[in-house]
């Protein structure tokens, strides 16, 4: 029997957590679909990170610590090229200087790194963190920036007959979860479809075979690396448009973390998976959680939206260390 | 029964490889050559220097000593991608399979080096991508056919018993259409019937598609069946060379043989 | 359907190239896509083989072997060799090349089509010993290339020669054809009869295209029907149903691309009309209680649920007699969408509008599952020398026991031994150079003497019991139908062969082979190691879950009133398969009870005996040929026998 019931445990608790608060009449059916979507929606962002972390790890073993560096530096090329040109042809452009970031990085740092030990890359890639965080703000500014989509950001009020009260949605919120979503689908077309998908899930299951069959890791390991500069790129877009572009945001994508710890290290539906749930957990457990812990324990309230991604994480390492989506490694013999 | 094969000049010569791994020496002064179309044996016993031998040929290791000339140019410092490049294949001894994707991938990944077209109209699957992956299709159709595991295209390799994975492994080799094609222990592990099956399937590449083979194997029997000339390796140090008859009665090699429990 | 006048097999192909020439007529998986001839593309192939074989002295009278699995072009050969008033003669390809020779001696073969190398090997192997043989076309060139034989000759060179001799003599082909007539020699089946030589069962034009018609008007066959051929062509039953029935319907038949693959290929074609013996049907329940067994609990219990609802009401559902209660109808419907259904897609069977099992009884219990699940199996009754049909069950009679009632056309009769006689239009002319067992077979009258023991019950069915001359009785009088207790083992999934003895002897005996598949995973999943069949067959444990199975086939012996008293006191495990190679089964494997009780005569004497243990040693053929010995002290084991008058009062 596979030992399966500590995570459906722990599924069942956070089923119940997202049902209570709808069926114990504490929230309006309104407000909680509310919350819902919202949740959502920053779980659409969380997922973008964690994709990106998920398919780098993947194709070349490197737990890339820049990924969230990565969103904001793309961000704020964006937005400053922006002022100077069309929306589209900042984006562009960002997408050139970010390949070319993904070729820099392969030839600086990964290729005289290969064979080394985890942690040297590790370190390696928290250095890179640390030179895209301050290089960025050399070149582009350290102030706050907008990126300006030309979407509405007004609310719409929908479903007005279904709930009482109706629902506010923000236009914008969608176009970006469709937005997030058609790359989505487009990367497991590119991956399941493509000659060059195929070399690059060839390269992530096994290294010397890929090899030894001509697929050459270098040029392997850029194209990865452009990838989760695209991710890092539609990522950071979003985000600008919605926050603004500020250096918050390479804080906020370590939330990127939990969310792949959740999903599993090697899967991309991990990524976006454990994203959504990361998203919807903690706003759920900010909105309704957080006024009961409040009057429960007279604590001052606040920030479980800070916290409750890393319990999450931590919950289970303990139960299911491989993900939710993760590979177990079962050896036949 | 069968006739003639038209066995060619020398398209691989190894000349006076030396390798060591710090104080090991793993090859000593090792020299000798591999006809177009034949098939070549290196046998010895566990731990004679056949794995490095091929893994310096393949690239994998450079050797302090010695060159390797392949069609007649000498090749020097090349990593395995490139030699692949070149039309050498190699198989491996531990399965070096892409266990997650399925049978039909992990052949078809044997066909990369040969794909051309750019990678907008690959994912479109249009215009001249889509006859481009068709080709390739066919190929390893052909390859499928040929290795009789049309029953399993779509099943992930890592839940196929092993005799089947050794099986994919040739195939994915055989879809770089080698010139020469280096095959590690590729009967080691396996049973009678399936060490027969494989057997036939390496004569018949031969025969069919004219490919040079190498084969390396611990164990002689098999090989010395099925092989033109072999080359024995004991200890680093080549001891016989020649046809099987000839090595079977080599004084040295017998003693190396005997030296060795099994 | 095609007319009258369309009396031979090449007339009646050059009616379907001309009224359906684009219609598919056979179909090939090749490099994983399905090719496929029409019925013109099929008759240029056939007339370019012809006129090939002619070029290379084939003529009227003549016999060509075909050799290989089904494959269109060994199809086209089967028709090409007819085209000039030859005889086709398919022979089993798994056969060692040792079981040929009195076949080529016997009908002198010179001209012989071959798949592929390892037909190739065998045939050049019996060369010295059958030297009329002159001429090997192969289909697969592949490993052949090297050969340099003068007697071979590759397909493709003899349609090129035939192509030259075509443009050469542009009428030669048609007026091959036209001399044709339908009382001439169509096909010949080797029997591989229990005893002695093959006999070669000619058929004619007539006798064949009369009982493929009777069956397709009888069960209403048309054009657009799917079969996958599957089962060796030298088979009536795959003959009948590939070729004849498919020239007289002109309905497409698919080769599978190779024996590994047949359950992909079966759900990619979707066949609606599938025939099989029970052993294919035994294999693919098997397949599915194993991953059935392996399966999670919620999914196995699902299973075990709607299959126990689908025993109750199924068959009478499909049956569409009598009426069947709402709630069942839906809880049935339920089971279709969630379980049934997908059974039916995984075997392969979702479009299946008939179904027929025969040449051997059928357990019950494997009948009843198929038809639970909705697909429409029947039996059907029929031998070699009938050309299959002599009795189909109608779609509303479908009787787990009984073969049905004879077809239109066909008289049956049981004489007082109790043997079954039978007159057709499909019977055979006569037994190829063999007089006296034709006179044997087909008396004055022209009844045929099947050698079936059976009768015909209230509703006009045939039931069969067993084969008259098996049939036997204990020494106290009590019946003894050997085969029909063995057909009861062989329905555990766990029993893969049985043999019954009896016949003048105090109690019955059995000798059992397990099934290594399902008796290994059931092993496997108690953690019981073993290295292979002798040592698994010798284990306690499966001891035990035999003689379970033994002692459920006695309790329901105990109800009936015929052969209560014929129930299995002692049984062994055999220590190795029962193998076609070591001549223990036939060809179409059927135990060969004689031949069993004669190698195993020691056996025999210790379930007899009073010992509890019991040492063989026997000699063994492996595939390549080379001979060894396997020895092992059996165990005899001890069955529970019930009360015959407490079982019936309870039933």
Redesign the interface.
Known sequence: MRRNWPVLLLGLVLLIGLILPLASGAAPAGFYVEVLLGGLMTGVLYSLVALGFALIFKASGVFNFAQGAMVLFAALAVARLAEHMPLWAAIVISLAIMVLVAWLIERLVLRPLVNQEGVALLMATLGVTYFLDGFGQTVWGSDIYKIDLGIAKEPVMILEQVFQGGILVNKEDFVAALVAAALVA?LT??FQ????G??L??VA??H??????????NRIWVVVWSIAGLVALVAGVIWGSKLGVQFSIAQVALKALPVVILGGFTSVSGAIVGGLIVGVGEKMAEVFLGPVLVKAFDLAGGGIENWFAYVLALLFLLVRPEGLFG?KHID?V | MAGERKIGAPILTVEGISLSFGGVKALQNVSFDVREHEIRAIIGPNGAGKSSMLNVINGVYHPQQGTIRYQGAEFHDMDSHQVARSGIARTFQNLALFKGMSVLDNIMTGRNLRMRSNLLLQALRIGPALREELEHRTVVENIIEFLEIQAYRKTPVGRLPYGLQKRVDLARALAMEPKVLLLDEPMAGMNLEEKQDMCRFILDVNDQFGTTIVLIEHDMGVVMDISDRVVVLDYGKKIGDGTPDAVRANQAVIDAYLGVSH | MATQASDTFPRLLQHHAATRGARPAIREKALGIWQTWTWSDLLAQVRATTCGLAARGFRRGLNLAIIGENRPRLYCAFAAAQSLGGVPVPLYQDAVAQEWVFVFQNAEIEFAIAEDQEQVDKLLEIQPQCPKLKHIIYDDSRGLRNYSHPDLISFEQLQELGRAFDAAHPQYFQSEIDQGKAADVAAMFYTSGTTGNPKGVVHTHDSLLKAARMGAEWEGLTGDEEVLAYLPMAWIGQNIFSIAQAYVCGYCVSCPESAETVTADMREIGPTYYFAPPRPFEALLTQITIRMDDAGRLKRRLYDFFMAHARKVGPTILDGKDPVGLFDRLLYRVGDWLVYGPLRNVLGMSRIKRAYTGGEAIGPDLFTFYRSIGVNLKQLYGSTETAVFVCIQPNDQVKPDTVGPPMKGVEVKVVASGEVLIRSPGLFREYYKNPDATREAKDGEGWFHTGDAGFIDRDGHLKIIDRAKDVGRLNDGTLFAPKYLENKLKFFPYVKEAVAFGHQRDKVCAMINIDMEAVGNWAERRNLPYSGYTDLASQPAVCDLVRECVEKVNADLAADRELGGSQIARFVILHKELDADDGELTRTRKVRRGFIADKYGAIVEGLYGDKGEVFIETQVKFEDGRQGMVSANLRILEAKIFSTAAARKAA
């Open positions: 487009g077309i590119f479809k493509t000659a060059t195929r070399a899930r060839a299951d096994d010397q075979a890929a090899q030894s069959i001509g697929i050459p890791l590979e036949r």
